[in-house]
């Protein structure tokens, strides 16, 4: 038979049985619609909790100076940001360091003793995208207002001063010296030691706190792959003379969910195709099984006209293929 003539046999038997073919091609339509909607669902889930975890600083490593072989404080060299910013998988690198000597103070009329926990530290324009941070109210430091008496205050230290909202006639006092609040912090879930701080623009830190340009604290975000190979490196390219003296923060237990789910996901989307591909060929064979079962006449009168097993064989297995189509279209 010619391959026309074969489809034209094949659908000869969806065409006298108009009922029972659209039937079976619904079913068969509802099962895909089904296993693409469940899929769907299943990978937009996916995407959703990959992006959750993400925000949550699956890539995020902080490097901070730890202690002497004498028990005294540490300190990381100045091109310490410089240096972490050469390894080749990381992709952002920002930092703080702290003004220990200038205290938070909403007033001049505040005893000295009484500093609510808050500290003073300068920071990076990039901090915010280094932490995943977001402004509550006001605006983020700047090239231009990080280089004047300008501050932007953690959630904590705002309520703790008494402080709804930045703009340009609020102030507090930085070390002795009067600072504008330009921006209010939401809470910062990846760097909470910043709940609590009065951050200022590094040059301002240096010219009007006497900073002495020290990081205290290295923000790095680096490739998810590659986030133990960076690891591994931080302390000796922060401080190469002595890296012992150097903390580096073990990846967040995000990275490893993220990987789990990731696994686990992938298990769950092979096993919903393969159940969707078993009930589908099972739904046809049966279908075309009784399909035969009640066409022996029409099966036995093709035999005795010269039809060979092989032709009959490909007028259902046709057959079925086009049922098989147009539900698996339609779905």
């Not at 060299?77 to 410089?82: G, H, I, T, V």
């Amino acid at each position: 038979m010619w391959p026309g003539d074969v489809l034209k046999v094949g659908a000869a038997g969806l065409r006298t049985r108009p009922t029972r073919a659209l039937l079976s091609a619904l079913g068969i339509a509802i099962g895909i619609a089904a296993m693409v909607a469940v899929v769907g669902i299943t990978s937009s889930s996916r995407a959703e909790l990959d992006r959750t975890l993400a925000s949550l600083g699956t890539n995020l490593l902080t490097v901070a100076p730890g202690t002497t072989f004498t028990g005294a404080q540490a300190e990381l060299p100045l091109q310490a940001e410089a240096m972490v910013g050469r390894i080749a998988p990381v992709q952002v690198v920002s930092a703080i360091g702290m003004v220990g000597q200038a205290k938070v103070y909403r007033t001049g009329k505040i005893p000295p003793v009484q500093t609510n926990g808050l500290a003073a530290y300068a920071a990076r324009t990039n901090l915010l995208t280094a932490i995943g941070g977001q402004v509550a109210s006001g605006a983020w430091l700047n090239d231009a207002t990080g280089a004047y008496p300008a501050t932007v205050l953690g959630a904590l230290a705002a309520e703790r001063l008494g402080i709804g909202r930045a703009g340009p006639e609020v102030q507090i006092l930085i070390g002795g010296r009067w600072f504008t609040v330009i921006g209010i912090l939401r809470p910062a879930a990846l760097a909470p030691e910043l709940d609590t701080a009065a951050l200022v623009g590094w040059t301002a830190a240096e010219r009007e706190l006497g900073f002495d340009g020290h990081a205290t604290t290295v923000y790095t975000r680096s490739r998810a792959s590659q986030v133990e190979a960076v690891r591994a490196v931080l302390g000796a390219t922060a401080n190469p003379q002595a890296p012992n003296e150097v903390e580096v923060s073990r990846p967040s237990d995000a990275l490893a969910a993220k990987q789990a789910a990731d696994a686990a996901f992938t298990g769950l989307l092979l096993g919903l195709g393969a159940v969707a591909l078993l009930v589908g060929g099972v739904g046809v064979a049966n279908t075309m099984v009784i399909s035969v079962l009640e066409r022996r006449g029409e099966i036995g009168l093709r035999r005795s006209l010269g039809a060979t097993r092989g032709q009959v064989r490909t007028q259902f297995l046709t057959e079925s293929l086009l049922l098989s189509a147009l539900g698996g279209l339609a779905g």
